[in-house]
């Protein structure tokens, strides 16, 4: 990202100069100390507490969220992984097509402007609050969305889950394997979470294979409500440093 954009974020630690610039949508971040811990800053703020976590980075991911640009997040030889935009649903109804795709998840919406809509959402209650979730995986010589992995938030578990889903095409490539280790090494990189699971039906041999060659150890079944399934519950350990 070019260095104009990334000095365009504003550092501020007063909350009334930090509601200007939300209202103006203008970038900015806030510095939280001990001189402005009483104040009462706009929701959905970024806050630190240390200037020393303010680098490059970060400012290019406050600038990019505020002006609805999606955030790289990492990369491999063949993939780069990335959020997800609402100009990438009509490629994923095109990976969906294919009925094995959801022989094991759900489909998409029927309705294109539904899933338009709830992306949007996701985008922003997700992406938004969480810094993570489920992301597209495309090809880098290319920009070819093929498929999608990430990590959310599941309660009850103590960790986050993975997910992923490739297009038919793409399968049986190393894409799945490529795209979940660098998801993966990013979560205990960048996350610092060491505890992940994934929750597979004892059919989906593919994909129990994946999880197996990831680390992923069998659990037991358990009970998804939300899809009325039981499932296989994988779960991989990664060791502290």
Known sequence: ??????????????????ACFAASRTPY???????????????GSYCVEHLSDIDARCL?????????????ITETPRVRIREITVEDVPKLYELYRDESITAF?????ADPQQEMIYTEEYIKNVYGFYGYGMWV???????????RAGLEYNEGFDG???????????QH???????????????IEELGQHRYCSYIHEKNLA?????????FEAQGKVWRSEIKKELIQYVFCAKKP
């Open 160 to 170: 986050l889950e993975l997910g992923f889903m490739l297009g038919v095409p793409y």
């Open 173 to 187: 490539r190393g894409y799945a394997y490529e795209a979940c280790s660098a998801v993966l090494a990013y979560g």
């Open 60 to 72: 290019d991911r406050v600038y990019r969220r505020f002006h609805d640009i999606p955030w790289d």
């Open 29 to 43: 971040i806030v510095w939280l100390n001990d001189q402005n811990k009483e104040q009462c800053f706009p929701s």
């Open 1 to 18: 990202m070019p260095m104009n954009n990334i000095n365009k974020v504003r550092i501020t630690e007063d909350a009334e100069e930090a």
């Open 137 to 147: 995986i495309e090809k880098r010589d290319s920009g070819q969305v093929i498929g």
């Open 207 to 215: 994909s129990i294979r994946l999880c197996e060659r990831l680390g």
């Open 105 to 109: 998840m759900e489909p998409l919406f």
